[in-house]
């Protein structure tokens, strides 16, 4: 990790007469994992569909790798890959073929057996969308989203859903785009998951941040505070017995 690449300042949306997002200022620093949290409605998403430049900026400023997001959406676009929580594919088209349409609308080319390779569906290349399960959608959502090789990668909530072998096999992928030189800004409403997979995470509420940090200094300073709660020293969990009876492969 080391230098700036999205700087969010005073970032502010309104519906209406309800203003959903509140002067949001926060730094990502290059290659990092940075979370997102917050409950329903803080105000995650619009922010994110904001410095996507999926929503129009009300105030405030956004720059990304240096380019202003609201004065040049178009290159924003170039630099960024989206995962959505739910996407939606066209049926009856093959996974190779929906890769090089999405790299098309980039105005790239690209290997789609080399893309699907990252996200291990190598074997699924002739196959639908509809005839993947849960886990195999999110990782070809995913694949769709590195097909203009992206230098930020947004992943909306990317393991919901999803059954404890795919969802740590999930967790290895993203771990192996940031370590090919990806930052990824990700939201999740899975407290593990953001503690184990993020190096900084921004917590939402009532469209503010109300705290910002590593996972281990937040949770430090909750118990600087006086924060107690019952011990229960445990070296396993159900989740880690699951995963050992059943396997860590994925099941597909």
């Known amino acids: 990790m080391g230098k700036i690449i999205l700087r969010v300042k005073d970032l502010e949306k309104t519906y209406g007469n309800t203003k959903v997002v509140k002067g949001v200022t926060f730094d ?8 997102i949290l917050g409950p329903n409605g803080a105000g995650k998403t619009t922010t994110l569909e904001m410095i996507e430049t999926m929503r129009p900026i009300d105030s ?7 380019i202003d997001v609201a004065k040049k959406p178009q290159k924003i676009k170039q630099i960024i890959g989206v995962q959505p929580q739910t996407a939606a594919f066209e049926e009856k088209t093959k996974l190779t073929e929906l890769l090089a349409f999405f790299a098309s609308t980039y105005g790239r080319k690209v290997d789609p057996l080399e893309i699907l390779e990252q996200v291990q569906l190598t074997e699924k290349a002739s196959s639908y969308p509809e005839s993947l399960s849960g886990g195999q959608r999110q990782r070809f959502s995913i694949a769709t989203a ?43 409403h899975y407290m593990e998951e953001a ?37 229960q020293v445990e070296q396993a969990d159900l989740e880690d017995v699951f995963i050992d009876l059943t396997g860590k492969e994925l099941r597909e």
Do not use: H, Y
């Open 60 to 66: 405030g400023t956004a720059e990304l790798a240096g």
């Open 195 to 231: 503690q184990i997979l993020c190096d900084r995470v921004a917590i939402m509420d009532d469209g503010k941040i109300i705290a910002l940090d590593t996972p281990k200094k937040l949770i430090a300073d909750l118990l600087s505070r006086g924060f107690t709660k019952e011990q």
């Open 28 to 35: 990502v620093k290059r290659g990092e994992i940075f979370g």
């Open 146 to 188: 590195l097909v203009n090789q992206p230098e930020v990668l947004f992943l909306d909530e990317p393991t919901t859903g999803l059954d404890p072998q795919s969802r740590r096999n999930l967790w290895d992928l993203i771990r192996r785009i940031r370590d090919s030189g990806v930052t990824i800004i990700l939201t999740t």
